[in-house]
T-cell receptor, first 112, second 113 residues
Framework: QKEVEQDPGPLSVPEGAIVSLNCTYSNSAFQYFMWYRQYSRKGPELLMY????GNKEDGRFTAQVDKSSKYISLFIRDSQPSDSATYLCAMSEGEGAQKLVFGQGTRLTINP | NAGVTQTPKFRVLKTGQSMTLLCAQDMNHEYMYWYRQDPGMGLRLIHYSVGEGTTAKGEVPDGYNVSRLKKQNFLLGLESAAPSQTSVYFC????????????FGPGTRLTVT
C-alpha cells in the first residue's frame, strides 16, 4: 500500500464548476500537507500549504485536512481554463523536504 | 533571477551510456534535491544536499550519483543508463529546507533505449 494515494483522473469539468481533489494517506505522523500545481512540461509549483488539521483559503482555492480520517482535499471554486493542470498532493512528517511523500497527481481539465 | 535551471532539457541515451544532468540555482539556496517523476508514481526523491560538499540518499538512489562541489550547482550522474531510468528528472532548491519553500526547475526528459 502506498503511503499517499491520489486518484490520477483524468478529471474534466466545465468552466465555473467547483472542483474537488482528494488524497488519502496511511502515515499518521504526517504533519505538513501541500498541494502543488504542475502545468504540462513544467516543474511543480506550490499552491497551498497546511500544517496539521483544519482549513486554509487562498482566493478561489481551499485546502482541508482531516487527520482523523487521513484525508485531505483541495477545492477550486469558479474554475477557469487556466486551472487546467496536474495537481499533486504531498505530505511530510517534518519540515524537511527530504521527508516529502508525493501522491501520483490528478490531471484536471477545465472546459470553456 | 533565473531561479532553478536544468541542463539539458531532453536527452536520449542508449543502455550502458553515461551522462550528467546539471542543476543550477542563483538564489543562494542551501538545500538542493533531485527527483524523478514517473507516470502513476508521483515524484520520488533520488538524492539531496543540505549544503556545499554534502550529499545524502533519498528514496530511490540506486544507479545514480551526485555531487555538490559548488553551492549553486547540483549534478546528477548516471554511470550506466538502464531503460528503467527513463523518466522526467526535476531539480529543486530551498533556503531553509522547509518543504514549502522549494523551487522546482523545469525538468529534464530522459529516454534510455
Amino acid at each position: 500500500q502506498k503511503e499517499v494515494e491520489q486518484d490520477p483522473g483524468p478529471l474534466s469539468v466545465p468552466e465555473g464548476a467547483i472542483v474537488s481533489l482528494n488524497c488519502t494517506y496511511s502515515n499518521s505522523a504526517f504533519q505538513y500537507f501541500m498541494w502543488y500545481r504542475q502545468y504540462s512540461r513544467k516543474g511543480p509549483e506550490l499552491l497551498m500549504y497546511t500544517y496539521s488539521s483544519g482549513n486554509k483559503e487562498d482566493g478561489r482555492f481551499t485546502a482541508q485536512v482531516d487527520k482523523s480520517s487521513k484525508y485531505i482535499s483541495l477545492f477550486i471554486r469558479d474554475s477557469q481554463p487556466s486551472d487546467s493542470a496536474t495537481y499533486l498532493c504531498a505530505m511530510s512528517e517534518g519540515e524537511g523536504a527530504q521527508k516529502l511523500v508525493f501522491g501520483q497527481g490528478t490531471r484536471l481539465t477545465i472546459n470553456p | 533571477n533565473a531561479g532553478v535551471t536544468q541542463t539539458p532539457k531532453f536527452r536520449v541515451l542508449k543502455t550502458g551510456q553515461s551522462m550528467t544532468l546539471l542543476c543550477a540555482q542563483d538564489m543562494n539556496h542551501e538545500y538542493m534535491y533531485w527527483y524523478r517523476q514517473d507516470p502513476g508514481m508521483g515524484l520520488r526523491l533520488i538524492h539531496y544536499s543540505v549544503g556545499e560538499g554534502t550529499t545524502a540518499k533519498g528514496e530511490v538512489p540506486d544507479g545514480y550519483n551526485v555531487s555538490r562541489l559548488k553551492k549553486q550547482n547540483f549534478l546528477l550522474g548516471l554511470e550506466s543508463a538502464a531503460p528503467s531510468q527513463t523518466s522526467v528528472y526535476f531539480c529543486a532548491s530551498s533556503y531553509s529546507g522547509a518543504t514549502r519553500e522549494s523551487d522546482f526547475g523545469p525538468g529534464t526528459r530522459l529516454t534510455v533505449t
